[in-house]
């Protein structure tokens, strides 16, 4: 069965960095995108960043494009979210998310959900 497994989450102030993982187990298929989505209480689950199965082309919500950077290895279900400048609005669990073929921005096209990971910025 498909597993997603996050890591890397922790308490830092604001301007600070982190460096978050995900390992995927279980995929029988090899075109994979993975992203992360990330929420707080009281919003919706909203879109971080998304890789395809190539490694090559990568995805960002607009507010992440400058702070934030999703990298994995080609043909591996693995994936990393770079964060640099965290602010204290960038607090909110963090998921891993998973889906076949094309990448997409919507938590609603992705089947395969991780536990997620906190993340906590103090100003």
């Known amino acids: 069965q498909v597993r997603l497994v996050e890591s890397g989450g922790g308490l830092v102030q604001a301007g600070g960095s982190l460096r978050l993982s995900c390992a995927g187990y279980g995929f029988t298929f090899t075109r994979v995108t993975m992203g992360w989505f990330r929420q707080t209480p009281g919003k919706e689950r909203e879109f971080v960043a998304a890789?395809?199965?190539?490694?090559?082309?990568?995805y960002y919500a607009d507010s992440m494009k400058d702070r934030f950077t999703i990298s994995r290895d080609s043909g591996k279900n693995t994936v990393d979210l770079q964060m640099n400048s965290l602010k204290p609005e960038d607090t909110a669990i963090y998921f891993c998310?998973?889906?076949?073929?094309?990448?997409?921005?919507?938590?609603?096209?992705?089947?395969?959900w991780g536990q997620g990971t906190q993340v906590t910025v103090t100003s």
């Open positions: 998310a998973a889906k076949l073929y094309d990448w997409s921005d919507d938590r609603s096209d992705y089947p395969y």
């Open positions: 890789i395809p199965w190539t490694g090559i082309t990568t």
